[in-house]
């Protein structure tokens, strides 16, 4: 763990003194580090692998700092007791999807075409289980082999083919990477369906950003009613985003990515909070930590 930001340009130049110790998680005796670290130091944040957070609820340290993980699940530790998060979650990227499908197109019946992995599985799970506490239905589901691409057009036109020929759902939720799926949604289209709305999961968001970046070619017409969820927009006009794109291309970096949006928003978020007492009950640390993001310009959602 350790506080990662890209710079100090953003907070500094608004008259903000902001120490940031950075521990490297991947050395040995970072733990000890920690330790030591004197008890202002009452923040730690950063990118933390799950064994690197349990092995501080073994260590018994989670109670002596208030710890926010850029993780997105805290694994067995109690989100908003143990320690808090600073990322999107699954749960995160199927509500804002379910939002714009529900809420704004007003769609209520939805199917899932999932991969039959362990991620396609999970996502599609927790989409139903999303679905179903607003009262929306899953009316189709379609599992395909993500290694057998001769398979994939066969589940598409199983699934489709619910309704009499036509498909009993407004929006399909497709949970698998981008490079698979932009291969399976051909599929779609050889059977005559255009007018479903195609979810994606931030996978998605994060391979069409770096494709982009690099100018690679991209199947367009797969995504003319396609959207799919991202924390992180470089061309939004906000005064967050745009203090970090100006610091990052400043020190020679022309795309700065969400993982920087990151560390930039949670320096900024922590010179807000200040220095929190030790042993301040949990809610009251989530008190402060909403009060600090509160009216923020944060660079990403």
């Known amino acids: 763990p350790g506080l990662q930001g890209p710079n100090s340009v953003g907070y500094a130049a608004a008259g903000t003194p902001l120490e940031v110790t950075v521990i490297d998680a991947t050395q040995p005796g970072w733990a000890d580090s920690l330790r030591n670290l004197p008890p202002e130091v009452s923040l730690v944040g950063g990118p933390m692998h799950r064994l690197t957070l349990k092995e501080l609820e073994t260590?018994?340290?989670?109670?002596?700092?208030?710890?926010?993980?850029?993780?997105?699940?805290?694994?067995?530790?109690?989100?908003?007791?143990?320690?808090?998060?600073?990322?999107?979650?699954?749960?995160?990227?199927?509500?804002?999807?379910?939002?714009?499908?529900?809420?704004?197109?007003?769609?209520?019946?939805?199917?899932?075409?999932?991969?039959?992995?362990?991620?396609?599985?999970?996502?599609?799970?927790?989409?139903?289980?999303a679905a179903s506490k607003i009262g929306a239905q899953i009316t189709a589901t379609g599992v395909y082999n993500p290694q057998d691409p001769a398979s994939w057009e066969t589940a598409v036109a199983d699934m489709l083919h619910t309704g009499g020929g036509r498909p009993g759902f407004g929006a399909v939720f497709l949970p698998d990477e981008w490079a698979r799926a932009d291969k399976v949604l051909p599929s779609f289209f050889k059977n005559r369906v255009e007018d479903l709305l195609i979810l994606g999961p931030q996978l998605w968001t994060e391979a069409?950003?770096?494709?982009?970046?690099?100018?690679?070619?991209?199947?367009?017409?797969?995504?003319?009613?396609?959207v799919c969820p991202g924390a992180w927009w470089p061309e939004n006009q906000g005064q967050g985003t745009q203090q970090l794109v100006a610091a990052m291309r400043a020190q020679g970096v022309e795309h700065p990515d969400m993982w920087e949006a990151l560390g930039f928003d949670f320096a900024r978020m922590a010179a807000r909070l200040g220095r929190l007492p030790q042993g301040l009950p949990p809610q009251d640390v989530s008190a402060r930590l909403a009060q600090a993001a509160t009216g923020m310009d944060f660079s990403m959602a």
């Open 59 to 129: 260590a018994g340290m989670l109670p002596t700092r208030v710890f926010v993980a850029f993780m997105p699940s805290l694994s067995d530790a109690r989100e908003g007791v143990d320690a808090w998060r600073f990322f999107p979650s699954p749960e995160d990227e199927i509500d804002a999807l379910l939002r714009l499908a529900n809420g704004d197109y007003g769609i209520n019946q939805f199917a899932v075409l999932r991969p039959g992995d362990r991620y396609g599985q999970t996502m599609g799970d927790a989409f139903a289980l």
């Open 208 to 226: 069409l950003y770096r494709a982009a970046a690099t100018k690679a070619q991209i199947n367009i017409q797969n995504y003319r009613l396609a």
